[in-house]
């Protein structure tokens, strides 16, 4: 080793030696180990979530220290409660997530946590314990492969409708949150959570959120353009008084996301479309709605108590139905690919599609 040789013979004669950068390159100032594109991540997380600035901007500020690479390595890279009213975009932050990050928006880990709802339950988490039934073999509910994600990837877990767990199930998370791991009950084998997205859902506060809403004049586009501050600390007043304060203290945020009103009506429809031409276009069809369908649409497509779902539920009833019925008649007349392209028009109340 010539060159190692080299360096000892200049520090025996009093040389200084050169110096030699030990850090691996991916972490040097300006360069990371994960892939994802950060601004189009940020752009396309504001394209898929309506109406939830304050969740956007601290998503965009985990973004940043997670691609910096700078996260504490002895946690999981980011941790969060995404609380809020039914159909406002929790879940959907998930998914939006998964795809910026991963390439698709499937790829993470879910826990549908009303399921674990009895405190034995918590052995789905962790495994049986030693002596029972399938303690060797160590099986949890936890895909680890979309947990640890890669070099480049982060892994993504979310635990759906939070609340809904058992005591014993959430305190059995509290090592997770503190340290990112987790010891299945065997002993020989544990689960990374360090390079790890931790999201939890809950409506928590939802209920009361809805009820205040219904005694008030204010909805976004209305009244105003944030919830008051009253109404927010009432959320996290009762997010508080159901979680023990040392699992509130372990997450890094606790995000209140806001009902939806009138104004996000049209967004929340071309969301739609979007995902219905993306199904389309598989077939070599695009639809496209003109100003009057949105118009027309757009006057019964949110309830303010479901959210976007109401929206969805717009979408199939009112267009896939027609839209279906159109294509398999035009279909079975002609297969001529003229008809694969279909504009949507609005008169007197219904969806009629033509043929160009």
């Known amino acids: 080793m010539p060159f ?3 360096m000892l013979a200049e520090q025996a004669q009093g040389t200084p030696a050169p110096a030699v950068n030990t850090r691996p390159a991916a972490t040097r100032l300006g360069q990371t180990r994960f892939r994802f594109d950060l601004p189009k991540a940020k752009e396309r997380l504001r394209e898929r979530i309506v109406g939830q600035p304050e969740a956007m901007a601290a998503l965009d500020d985990a973004l940043d220290v997670i691609k910096a690479d700078i996260a504490d390595p002895d946690r999981p890279l980011w941790s969060a409660l995404l609380a809020g009213p039914t159909g406002v975009g929790k879940t959907a932050t998930v998914k939006a997530l998964a795809e910026v990050l991963t390439g698709r928006a499937d790829n993470f880990c879910r826990i549908d946590m009303n399921t674990l709802s009895q405190a034995h339950y918590s052995a789905a988490l962790s495994g049986a314990p030693p002596g029972y039934v399938g303690s060797k073999e160590g099986h949890t509910l936890f895909d680890a492969a979309q947990i640890a994600g890669d070099y480049s990837t982060p892994g993504i877990v979310l635990f759906d409708e939070v609340e809904k767990a058992s005591p014993e199930v959430l305190r059995a998370l509290l090592n997770v949150l503190e340290n990112g791991h987790l010891r299945l009950s065997a002993g020989e084998k544990s689960l990374d959570f360090r390079n790890t997205l931790l999201l939890m859902t809950s409506n928590l506060g939802g209920r009361q959120l809805s009820a205040w809403l219904k005694r008030s004049s204010w ?3 209305r009244g105003g353009t944030d919830l008051p501050r009253r109404v927010q600390r009432q959320v996290h007043e009762q997010i508080e008084a159901f979680f023990d304060p040392e699992f509130i203290n372990r997450l890094d945020r606790v995000l209140i996301y806001r009902p939806l009103g009138d104004t996000h009506t049209h967004s929340l429809l071309e969301l739609e479309l979007d995902r219905l031409n993306r199904r389309l276009n598989k077939k070599g069809w695009r639809l496209t709605l003109t100003a009057e369908a949105y118009e027309g649409l757009g006057k019964n497509a949110l309830d303010n108590r479901y959210g976007a779902r109401s929206v969805r539920r717009l979408m ?7 839209l279906a019925s159109f294509l398999l008649q035009a279909g079975a007349e002609s297969p ?11 008169q007197s109340g219904q969806l009629i599609f033509l043929a160009r």
Do not use: F, K, Q, T
């Not at 199939?316 to 027609?322: N, Q, S």
């Open 336 to 346: 001529s690919p003229e008809l694969c392209l279909a504009e949507g028009h609005w």
């Open 4 to 6: 190692i040789n080299d």
């Open 316 to 322: 199939r009833d009112a267009v896939e139905a027609p």
């Open 219 to 221: 909805w976004p586009g």
